[in-house]
């Protein structure tokens, strides 16, 4: 593998970085999560290079396969008594940045005027798309602030006819935004793209999903056995998840303006499955000020609470998973396991992770439990 150094607001390479350790994890619509340690003997000094936010990791496959980049968070130097120090560059996927970028236009400076009224001028309005263009838009005007650049390329605009706007008194940052978006009803995935060019600059492709086909998958549909004489898939574990069921969601927003917006969905499937009445209150969205927002979330959270959640790790052969990545799907054939019945499971892959000394990619997968 190759772990190279970069600017973060150019993507530039400046150094490839020795290293005795790589690690790394990717998952639907979350950030990449790597680590580089770099052991303390290389003769070299990398003190000039742990400044935070100011510089990008990219760590690779050998055949330029990027497996993940991120932003530099906190470098930690860890000197051992045996004399083996080394340093530890982590890093976060852009997500990180846009964490503490805010929906704001440029210029956005007097947010309230004399009588310390909002300014309408400053809020954001976007209209006439598909969500993934809406999520585009907010990063756009992110990036069009002095300062704010980063290497991104975006995919074409998708006409539609999604429309949300946040007033700019109310702080919202723009990653939040964007999942709030995508945990809306018909909401879409995201996902940051890294990709390394022959001159080894880095850049990140934004993506997203359409409002007809909703989750980022790719071609490559997996089918692993697990079992048997020559098993792809080892060490698998399952736990099944209560963390969302409910029989009802409400969600409360409007309280910036004073007016209480209250939305509600209800169902009777649990019940009736013998489950016992669970009940979800979600009061986190004060800023938000349209009824049908808040319904919308209200729905797709009693969709996202209708059963329980299988999840599924093991370990999976490399030689196995050509193309494998975070979002696509997989079956996983179960022989003579102790606890799963022997069966054929359709799984969607929900985390990716590896290191670079090991021959077997850590996988987590799930699925819906069936009554």
């Not at 005007?141 to 007033?167: I, M, N």
């Amino acid at each position: 593998m190759r772990a190279l150094l970069h600017e973060t607001t150019t993507g530039e390479m400046v150094t490839e970085l020795d290293f005795s350790a790589i690690t790394w994890s990717t998952g639907v619509c979350r950030a990449d999560e790597a680590a580089v340690t770099i052991p303390g003997y290389t003769g070299r000094s990398w003190w000039q290079f742990m400044v935070p936010r100011k510089y990008a990791v990219s760590v690779s496959e050998d055949d330029g396969r990027v497996r993940a980049a991120g932003i530099l968070s906190i470098p930690e130097g860890d000197t051992d008594r045996d004399g083996t120090h080394h340093v530890v560059f982590p890093f976060r996927g852009p997500e990180s940045i846009f964490d503490r970028r805010y929906v704001l236009p440029y210029p956005y400076w007097p947010l309230v005027d004399a009588d310390g009224l909002p300014i309408a001028s400053r809020d954001t309005r976007v209209s006439g798309v598909e969500y993934g263009t809406m999520m585009k838009r907010l990063i756009q005007q992110a990036l069009s602030h002095p300062g704010g650049q980063l290497p991104v390329s975006f995919e074409a605009d998708r006409s539609g006819t999604r429309e949300k706007s946040w007033t700019a008194v109310s702080g919202k940052p723009v990653q939040d935004a964007i999942e709030d978006i995508s945990e809306l009803e018909g909401g879409v995935e995201w996902d940051w793209v890294p990709s390394v060019d022959e001159n080894d600059r880095l850049r990140w492709t934004f993506v997203t999903a359409t409002d007809t086909a909703r989750e980022l998958v790719s071609a490559f549909w997996h089918t692993w056995q697990s079992g048997g004489a020559e098993p792809d898939i080892k060490d698998l574990n399952a736990k099944i998840s209560p963390e969302f069921l409910t029989q009802t969601a409400i969600f409360t927003g409007g309280k910036d303006d004073d007016r209480v917006l209250v939305g509600r969905a209800t169902g009777t499937s649990l019940i009736e499955a013998g489950v016992p009445l669970s009940e979800v209150w979600d009061s986190s969205h004060s800023s938000v000020s349209e009824q049908a927002t808040l319904d919308a979330w209200a729905r797709r959270r009693l969709e996202d609470g209708a059963s329980p959640i299988q999840y599924w790790s093991f370990a999976v052969r490399a030689e196995r998973a050509d193309g494998l990545r975070h979002g696509d799907w997989c079956t996983i054939e179960v022989t003579d396991h102790w606890l799963i019945p022997d069966g054929s499971y359709p799984r969607r892959i929900l985390e990716v992770s590896g290191s670079h000394d090991n021959d077997w990619y850590g996988v987590v997968v799930a699925g819906m439990t069936s009554w």
